[in-house]
């Protein structure tokens, strides 16, 4: 077996490797990047929302968080077709992606509950704060 200072040696480099590639790990993690997309051109309605949307979460993230968060829109049918969309954010090729729910209802049947509500639920998401996102 190992002498107790080979013992204690062996444990000091274990300890100094993970110090280090935990340090390392730690600088590459500081920004978070979030890549959106949507299912609609940029001039259309309901994209617009969501670049002031993506401006006023920046903006607060910025404030609370500087450095360490970047929200990227992408773009709109453009960049990927709607109806491969879902399978961008599948992927984590996106992040973030403003669609409508009965676009996926093949894949992911829960949205088409939206139809049945008489809430407004967009008008929800400007009251979202990334205080426990990002801490």
């Known amino acids: 077996m190992f002498s107790k200072k ?17 340090m390392a ?8 990047t979030i890549n959106c997309i949507s299912a609609w051109p940029k001039t259309a309605f309901e994209t617009s929302n969501l670049l002031t ?16 968060l970047q929200i990227v829109f992408k773009g709109g049918p453009e960049v990927i ?8 954010l599948r992927t984590g ?3 973030l992606a403003l669609s409508a ?9 829960e949205g088409d509950l939206l139809s049945l509500t008489e809430m ?11 205080t426990d ?3």
Not at 53 to 68: H, L, N, R, S, T
């Open 6 to 22: 080979g013992s204690k040696s062996i444990l000091f480099v274990g300890f100094a490797v993970t110090c280090i590639l935990a």
């Open 25 to 32: 790990g730690l600088g590459l993690a500081a920004t978070h």
């Open 53 to 68: 949307f993506i401006e006023m979460v920046q903006k607060e993230a910025d404030q609370k968080y500087p450095g360490q």
């Open 81 to 88: 077709h709607t109806n491969e969309q879902i399978e961008g």
């Open 93 to 95: 090729l996106v992040q």
């Open 101 to 109: 729910p009965s676009y996926y209802v093949s894949v992911m049947p």
């Open 120 to 130: 407004n639920y967009p008008a929800a998401s400007y009251g979202v704060s990334i």
């Open 133 to 135: 996102t990002l801490s």
